[in-house]
């Protein structure tokens, strides 16, 4: 590891769920072999943005684009052995490829970029339930739902509610809460989706996680929103203040541009990571964190303009 990349790690202590951070990680911790490198790259609210916004774009010129995702997200793999590929939600909507192609060409698009898993967003309902259904063959990625029962829709059985994987001995857990739908969503989309707390979800299945898997890092994907549009609504805010057990939270639907993830407190007082990249795939989220006998010590994260896909 180089010394300028060294010094974006930040120490995290015992007694917290990453730490406390703030402090630089030693150098001689990295001359060993037992540190563990785990890359985790993430988007969200990507909205059918399959080409590059064009030349003329007042804010994003040329940037985005699927082929450009995928150059940077193999670029990545090519440099690190260890690395999850992960979306918040709303994969749908925005451009004429998804009026055409009705979330086929996304679905595909996500799997030759490799995808690992994803979760559902409000706008991925607006083909209708059955036509979210209809392109699920087309992901060769799980989609990951933990707060919205599918039992009588054809979307039955075709969500999991979590994942485990193994990266280099390190176990991960990922889950997925969606938005609230009533209100955000037609009745006609979503059909009889029944939703409930995604919070209490998130608190019931981090936990799940953290102590019956046993897994080394627990991820949500959440669909809630940075902060919520409505007062009452849930957010990520929330989430983290109010369960206990989830390490990071990786956040969509509000389309906000976080320069680095937000350190929250959750409702033991320790430390959770908040981030998300804004929207259309302009830019790529990267977490690497750094275990040590399969114990989170130290996490990297370089300003995400590093990582916008020009």
């Known amino acids: 590891m180089n010394q300028s990349r060294r010094e974006f790690v930040k ?3 015992k007694g917290t769920a990453l730490g406390t951070l703030g402090f630089l990680v030693p150098s001689t911790l990295f001359a060993t ?3 563990k490198q785990i890359t985790i790259l993430h988007t969200n609210d990507t909205h059918s943005q399959i080409d590059p916004f064009p030349s003329s774009h ?3 010129p040329n940037m985005a684009g699927v082929a450009k995702r995928k150059q940077f997200i193999d670029q990545v793999r090519a440099e690190q052995e260890n690395v999850l590929l992960l979306d918040a939600g709303d994969i749908f909507q925005g451009t004429p490829y998804f009026n055409f192609f009705k979330g086929e ?3 595909k698009s996500m799997s030759k970029m490799g995808y690992d898993a994803a979760t559902i967003g409000n706008h991925d309902f607006d083909n209708k339930v059955d036509g979210l259904s209809n392109v699920m063959p087309h992901a060769d990625f799980d989609m990951l739902i933990t707060n919205y029962d599918f039992s009588n829709t054809s979307m039955d059985g075709k969500t999991k509610p979590y994942k485990i994987f193994h990266k280099d001995g390190i176990k991960i857990g990922v889950f997925g809460i969606g938005i609230k739908l009533d209100g955000l969503v037609s009745k006609s989309c979503y059909q009889e989706t029944k939703y409930s707390s995604g919070i209490d979800a998130a608190q019931q299945f981090s936990k799940l996680l ?3 898997e046993n897994c080394d890092l627990v991820i949500c994907l959440s669909h809630l929103g940075y ?5 009452g609504d849930e957010d ?3 989430l983290a203040k109010k369960t206990k057990y989830i390490d990071v939270i990786i956040g969509g639907h509000s389309h906000t541009f976080l320069d680095e993830p937000t350190v929250m407190k959750n409702a033991e007082d320790k430390d959770v990571l908040v981030t ?3 929207y259309a795939g302009i830019k790529v989220g990267r977490l690497d964190f750094y275990f040590n006998d399969n114990k989170p010590l130290a996490y990297s994260s370089d300003h995400f303009q590093l990582y916008a896909i020009k």
């Open 236 to 238: 990520d805010h929330q």
């Open 210 to 212: 953290k102590f019956e």
């Open 105 to 107: 060409i996304e679905m």
């Open 33 to 35: 072999n037992k540190l």
């Open 276 to 278: 998300q990249v804004g």
């Open 11 to 13: 120490l995290l202590s």
């Open 58 to 60: 007042k804010h994003y």
């Open 227 to 231: 902060t919520a549009f409505n007062k």
